[in-house]
């Protein structure tokens, strides 16, 4: 087969793989939003935690919009983190529905990073 017959394929998984980290990572921050007004509403947490827990996501903003394949890689990373958290917060028994869903969305966005990467890195490798 080909490499330049891939090409366009390829292309197209990477913008499809690309859209999937946006909606996995727009999510995780809505949820983490929500989780931390919640909280905050019901006076478990202050507003500094709300930061905390948002702050390391926020800050992989410009990998995103640069799409920067190694920022990728380390977003991967974050959301096994957010996974880890989360099943954290169910062992001690304060499993709730955000929780779940904040579970999901994180494994979305490590899983979907990890697809950008491996499809990018696909596409930049030199033929020979």
């Known amino acids: 087969m080909n490499g330049l017959s891939s090409q366009p394929a390829d292309a197209t998984a ?33 507003a500094a ?5 948002i702050l390391p996501l926020v800050l992989f903003l410009p990998t995103l919009l640069m799409q920067r394949r190694r920022g990728h890689i380390w977003l991967t990373a974050l959301g096994v983190l957010y996974v880890v958290q989360g099943l954290m917060i169910v062992a001690k028994g304060g499993g709730s529905v955000l929780v779940g869903a904040e579970i999901l969305a994180a494994a979305a966005l490590a899983i979907m990073a990890y697809r950008y990467v ?9 033929t020979s």
Request: positive net charge; proline residues 2%.
């Open 14 to 46: 990477l913008n499809s793989a690309r859209r999937a980290v946006w909606i996995a990572y727009l999510a995780l921050l809505a949820l983490l939003v929500a989780s931390g007004i919640w909280h905050y509403v019901q006076q478990h947490a202050q």
């Open 49 to 53: 935690a709300l930061l905390v827990r």
């Open 118 to 126: 491996r499809l990018r890195g696909r596409i930049d490798r030199p």
